[in-house]
């Protein structure tokens, strides 16, 4: 039996570098078996899923609406009242 968490670790190494399948490392086994696992993942809504949860759990933490944080690949430095998320004071 295959083990999962090295399946995730090998699907996020792929979201993070953004590499084909073929250049997984060697470690993260048959890029076939990670590439398979992704699939069934993707289509039982796994990722959508955590994704979500993340948007959720942040927000829930800073306190801000949802519907203004945003998730991606790209690198934004600017300060929380710079973006317009800081909220008024209770």
């Known amino acids: 039996m295959s083990d999962p968490r090295k399946h995730f670790s090998a699907v996020m190494w792929r979201f993070r570098i953004g590499n084909p399948w073929r250049d997984l490392p060697s470690e993260s086994g048959p890029r076939q078996s990670a590439y398979d696992r992704f699939r069934i993942w993707t289509r039982q809504g796994i990722f959508q899923h955590l994704l979500e949860a993340m948007i959720t759990e942040v927000a829930a933490r800073v306190r801000i609406d949802p519907e203004l944080a945003s998730v ?17 004071p209770e």
Request: aromatic content about 0%; glycine content about 6%; overall charge neutral.
């Open 72 to 88: 991606d690949s790209a690198t934004v430095r600017a300060h929380h009242h710079a973006a317009g998320t800081a909220l008024a």
